[in-house]
């Protein structure tokens, strides 16, 4: 309980700077009982075949303790685990360990061992404690397990950038994150990154095309994350779904047009999804001219504690439920638009998912997904040239084009099992349904329902960019399903997904 | 021409019969010339200008009207094209008769006739057998051309490098790499066929059937070309499907799965007819016509058997019943599609705007991302072109889109953009190099001063230019990027 009213006081302050730079004054060894190597054996599910598991693979990383029997790490580290353990530099045995809370879009996870001896256990490890974003060019030091050896590392680096740049644990998603010049190696993922005696980040990612680059997830991202699980669940990062023109205000003949000054600043609105909190408050052709009181640059950052980064971020870090208020003007006329934030409605959202099980539905031998940045992994680690053209463009742009904005999930047919029933259906592979008896598909449900329930003797199941449909006798797909579940092994026939994903998700 | 179609048949298989006469030996290089073609390709991202002068080499053969017969990608983009004979050092100027890029063909002649003289032209062979063996004649040196064993391994409907028209082609087997460049395939020292392109031990080229058909055409008064039947075909191996359209069980007749606007089809044939018989020949539930010589052949040949305006009787089942219609074929167009597909040797439509550069999109600006230019090219083009390119009502109907921009102070702030589709232009939509001159005209006007405001796709970006700043920055960009009078600047 502690750790969460420490959370809440500091929340709202996350724009506060860590104090004088000491990276070398803390001592280690007040620190090395309170950070852990995880290791983690994974069970992932298969893309193709979503009834089935692909074989666990073992994987490690570090984490440290934030109080209240919490052990604070990353997403990435623990993601997919059937089993896993926890352990200190020194111990003996390594604790078993479940995960308690996850937050895939910002790569953290709270975990937990899993039996009573093991919290007690926890009971005399001191607490880190969470601090501000480092000043650049401040020096800090990247506490963990990475590989190459068995004790606990320090490597000492310098805050070079702080940055809105993708989370690639999620494959899409963008947050707030600090740059650093030191190496953060595998098994480093889920460390702290320390100044002084305070946590500054939780090392997770590096730029594998450049030597000693890092990067760590900032106080304010954690914060978010902690403050958002205190009711028991995760509701994630907020969307906002608006697409700017950075710099279009930077044109003298574009501020004429508005009759703004050079110094007025300003992004113009491309796009509003419609499925965001923000669809119907902000219009296309909006100028955004400031985010919460901050003025928003020309090139659309803000000043955040100093430094200046994507006005995004200060959306990016609310809670569901708060209200952001942008200042807009509009045919000429400035007006403030208050955003209530969260409340998406569901669609596509390109990424990785972390379901439990992929969405799928199998009828008639035909193998239904919904599409993934994981289905897309399927291809290999070329996927973004080898695999087919037409879901490497939705997962970049479906929101964009009308045909696919309002579709929930994509619906792929990504394999046939093959049988009498579905002989003739072998020419729609990877393609994406549109539409079963005419009735438009927004989803596996949907998809799964019309199939089903549908009145016709024969299922008739339209592809987008096609003219071909794949006509199937609903009294055959339903004739062959037994054989089809024997021959295959198909265990189970659906996972038509929960009301929550993130519920549906590894935490429990 | 259910008479045409059964003449062509006939004469097919009397061919492959070995000649009982007793053969003079073969000298390919009395028949054969070599083309020197110089190219200058217009740049397609610097739409003004030629890419680097280049020379290719080809050959051509003679034939009885003096004419030399080689593929069109010896004339494509050709700003001078010679001929030199083998047992000459001497280059003479050739002109261009007649080319059909959908078919990969062209009809030289030379400035000067007499410079043929001595020369034996080379008649058309027959069509051959599958793995029938031919020779195919390379250049050795500037003297004498080399003999290559091939042998033809499948006949098939593909489309040439030059155009999207699929038709009849052979695949030849050879373990000699380089060829493509229009070498004469020869069998009893008849031409059998003309090599248009290679990809590694293939060797694709255009069959005597085809070489007829177009020399037939072109000696007519009016060409009258290559035509297509102007609707999209799909199996019917289904039984579920053939059920579900009432077509009768069995397995004949193809699927209708869509018709074009204006075509051959289009006031004849709907979506869900069964078509089951084309002048008298049956068609298979796989789409396949049956050939004496060369097993199923897809139903579009029998199409290129035809010319345009010919008439083509057709069987079908509509919801179960059977009808007859007759279609006039008309001519295929590449180029009827919204992506260009070839301009060969046309300047690049563009039009300059305040530095941002509009162009039609084409098959050649899309090549630029190289070999693998389906797989890196801007996902948003490629799906265009794959899903957005069907023949349109409006033959004029393009894709147009913002290349790049020419960096000046009038667009700063947007001079990062790249390979946009625009969707309007003042509010209009743009599908026409017309269309966008006609939408510049109606500028937006703000407080007393003229705009040009372009909307960009896919995500909706609009830029803004002042009308009264774009003449001087034209000048500007004349000056800075040395941009002669090719290229085409809007000013109002």
């Excluded at chain 1, 007690?120 to 963990?144: E, F, N, Q, Y």
């Excluded at chain 2, 097919?12 to 019969?17: E, L, N, R, T």
């Excluded at chain 2, 066929?193 to 085809?210: H, K, Y």
């Excluded at chain 2, 590449?334 to 084409?362: A, C, D, K, M, W």
Aim: net charge neutral; aromatic share 8%.
């Amino acid at each position: 309980m502690r750790a969460k009213k420490v959370a809440l006081v500091i929340c709202g302050v996350y724009f506060t700077l860590a104090g004088t730079p000491r990276a070398s004054a803390y001592s280690l060894s007040s620190m090395r009982n309170s950070v852990f190597r995880i290791q983690v054996m994974r069970d992932e599910p298969s893309f193709v075949e979503p009834w089935k598991r692909v074989v666990a693979t073992p994987g490690a990383g570090s984490g440290f303790y934030i109080g209240d029997g919490r052990i604070l790490t990353n997403a990435h580290v623990v993601a997919n685990a059937s089993f896993l353990t926890v352990q200190r530099d020194g111990d003996t045995t390594p604790l078993p360990a479940r995960i308690i809370h996850i937050a895939h879009d910002a790569d953290l996870a709270v975990i937990e061992p899993l039996e009573v001896a093991g919290k007690a256990a926890l009971k005399a490890v001191r607490a880190m404690h969470l601090g501000g974003i480092p000043k650049l060019r401040s020096p800090v030091s990247t506490i963990g397990f990475p590989m190459g050896g068995d004790q606990l590392s320090v490597t000492d680096g310098i805050v070079s950038r702080i940055s809105y740049l993708g989370y690639v644990h999620h494959g899409a998603a963008k947050h707030l994150l600090v740059q650093v010049d030191s190496a953060i190696n595998p098994g480093n993922s889920g460390g702290p990154v320390v100044q002084g005696d305070q946590v500054v980040g939780v090392a997770f990612q590096s730029f594998q095309q450049a030597e000693n680059t890092g990067y760590i997830i900032p106080t304010p991202v954690i914060r978010r994350f902690l403050r958002d699980i205190e009711d028991g669940r995760y509701d994630g990062h907020p969307e906002d779904g608006i697409t700017v023109s950075d710099w279009a205000l930077l044109n003298p003949s574009t501020q004429a047009f508005y009759r703004l000054s050079a110094s007025d600043g300003g992004v113009k609105v491309a796009h509003v999804s419609n499925w965001a909190s923000p669809a119907g408050l902000i219009r296309p052709g909006d100028l955004l001219l400031a985010i919460d009181h901050q003025p928003i640059g020309v090139d659309g950052r803000v000043d955040f504690g100093g430094e200046r980064v994507d006005f995004r971020v200060l959306y990016d870090l609310k809670q569901m439920g708060d209200d952001c208020r942008f200042s807009v003007l509009r045919e000429g006329v400035r007006r403030d638009v208050i955003v209530r934030v969260g409340g998406s409605r569901p669609h596509h959202e390109p990424g990785y998912t972390y379901a439990r099980h992929p969405r799928y539905f199998v009828y008639g031998g035909l193998v239904f997904t919904a599409l993934s940045r994981n289905l897309l992994r399927t291809w290999g680690e070329r996927w973004l040239r080898d695999a087919p053209m037409t879901l490497r463009y939705l997962e970049s742009w479906s929101q964009y084009d009308p045909d696919f904005a309002d579709l929930e999930q994509i619906i792929v047919l990504v394999k046939r099992l093959p049988d009498q029933v579905n002989a003739y259906a072998t020419g729609q592979l990877y393609q994406v349904v549109r539409a079963v008896d005419g009735q438009k598909i927004h989803n596996i449900k949907d998809l799964a329902m019309n199939l089903e329930n549908g009145q016709g003797p024969y299922a008739v199941i339209d592809f987008f960019g096609s003219h071909d449909p794949i006509v199937m006798s609903r009294a055959q797909a339903l004739a062959h399903k037994p054989m089809i579940e024997k021959r295959y092994n198909v265990t189970v026939d659906r996972w038509l997904g929960g009301d929550n994903e993130r519920a549906d998700s590894e935490a429990h | 021409m259910s008479f045409a179609i059964g003449l062509w048949l006939a004469s097919a298989a009397v061919f492959a019969a070995p000649s009982s006469k007793p053969r003079e030996q073969l000298r390919m290089e009395d028949h054969v010339v070599r083309i020197y073609a110089t190219k200058r390709e217009i740049d397609p991202s610097t739409p003004w200008q030629h890419e680097d002068i280049s020379q290719q080499q080809y050959l051509a053969v003679l034939l009885s009207n003096g004419e030399l017969l080689t593929t069109s990608s010896a004339a494509r983009d050709a700003s001078f094209l010679e001929l030199q004979r083998f047992d000459s050092s001497q280059r003479e100027e050739v002109t261009t008769v007649f080319v059909d890029y959908e078919v990969d063909l062209a009809l030289l002649r030379p400035v000067r006739p007499a410079v043929l003289n001595g020369l034996k032209p080379m008649a058309i062979g027959d069509d051959l057998p599958l793995d029938a063996a031919v020779q195919v004649y390379k250049f050795r040196d500037a003297n004498q051309l080399s003999q290559v064993a091939a042998s033809l391994q499948e006949v098939s409907l593909s489309s040439p490098p030059t155009s999207n028209y699929g038709v009849l082609s052979y695949d030849l087997k050879t373990q000699q790499s380089g060829l493509g460049n229009a070498e004469p395939v020869v069998v009893d020292g008849k031409l059998v066929a003309l090599a248009s392109s290679q990809d590694q031990n293939f060797l694709a080229a255009v069959p005597a059937t085809i070489l007829r058909h177009f020399l037939n055409d072109h000696h007519d008064v009016n060409y009258r070309g290559f035509p297509s039947l102007g609707c999209e075909l799909s199996p019917l191996t289904s039984p579920d499907m053939r059920s579900l359209l009432s077509a009768p069980s069995g397995q004949l007749g193809v699927r209708v799965a869509q018709v074009y606007k204006d075509s051959s089809a289009a006031g004849h044939l709907v979506v869900d007819d069964v078509i089951f018989e084309v002048n008298g020949l049956k068609i298979s539930d796989q789409g396949y016509v049956q050939h004496q010589i060369w097993g199923k052949l897809p139903l579009r040949f029998v199409i290129n058997q035809l010319y345009s305006g010919d008439k083509l009787s057709v069987k079908l089942w509509r919801k179960g019943v059977e009808r007859s219609e007759t279609l006039t074929l008309k001519r295929f167009d590449s180029n009827r599609l919204p992506v260009v597909t070839y301009r060969y040797g046309q300047p690049e439509p563009h039009l300059i705007v305040g530095g941002f550069i509009f162009q039609e999109l084409s098959l050649a600006y899309l090549r630029q991302w190289g070999k693998f230019w389906r797989d890196v090219a801007p996902l948003d083009l490629l799906h265009i072109l794959r899903d957005q390119n069907e023949p349109a009502e409006d033959p004029s109907k393009r894709v147009i889109f913002v290349s790049r921009v020419l960096a000046d102070p009038i667009n700063q702030g947007y001079s990062d953009t790249r390979h946009r589709r625009v969707l309007k232009v003042n509010g209009r939509d743009v599908n026409s190099m017309q269309q966008l001159r006609d939408a510049l005209s109606q500028s937006v006007t703000q407080a007393g001063k003229k705009y040009i405001v372009t909307k960009l796709g896919p995500e909706g970006d609009e830029v803004i230019l002042l009308e009264s700043e774009l003449a001087a920055a034209h000048s500007r960009m004349r000056k800075l990027y040395e941009i002669g009078n090719q290229g085409s600047f809007w000013t109002p």
